[in-house]
């Protein structure tokens, strides 16, 4: 059985940063194969990663309604589409979602990749879900399945507040979580305590907090991978503690 993990919280709060930090951790751990999924449409998880990414399944989505080659049926097309979009790496694959969906209906396209992405999820023990900022995926049940779901917020409030409302909204949806965990992010100083309703829906024991880094920026105008990042930078280090707790600690 597989171990999943999935990413979920406002705009511009570092979620992909700490999906990569989370997925360089799984791997120094021995935790593959590991599939990690850009549910995105802003991706840039491979950035992250650092490795090229040269196809999206939107973009194989867009394709099946007008060059699916002749004598090809759809689901093999797709298929195909799906293996070329697959970025394999030491450790990892990686898939990217890429952009929402256009004009016109994608029932068809949609259908057949929800099944196609279900069965290669089950190649892999440990799957990373990088989400699209917001609640959408979550709404729409793009992942049903989830064993640790980190939350992330920076610590204004209306990132917690955001964090908040995806809580209680997953608790509404036919999806089983195991465990969800609030991550706050990009903390230069924590406040004596957090807003009352942080507490009421997480618990002081499932809220954890990473330090800002200026290392991260650093590497972000210089083009290098997140995951590069040196053992001893403040953020690398607190999110290995907050790791170990969660993942190793479940």
Known sequence: MSFAVALGGKGGTGKTTIAG????????????????????????????????????????????KTKVPTGMTKDIFMEMKLEQALVESEGFDLIAMGRPEGPGCYCAANNLLTTLIERLIDN????????????????????????????????????????CRIAELVKTLPIRVSQSVLVINQVREAPEDWPEEVHRIFGPDRIACLPADPMISRFDMEGKPTVTLPDDAPVVKAAQKIFEKWINGR
């Open 21 to 64: 930090l989370l997925i360089r951790y799984m791997l120094s751990h021995g935790m593959k194969p590991l599939l990690a999924i850009d549910a995105d449409s802003n991706f840039n998880l491979n950035d992250v990663l650092g490795v090229c990414l040269e196809e999206t399944l939107s973009e194989a989505r867009e394709d099946m």
């Open 124 to 163: 892999y023990q440990y799957i990373v879900v990088d989400n699209e900022a917001g609640m959408e995926h979550f709404s729409r049940l793009t992942q049903k399945d989830i064993d640790l779901l980190l939350l992330v917020s920076d610590p204004s409030r209306r990132g917690l507040a955001a964090a």
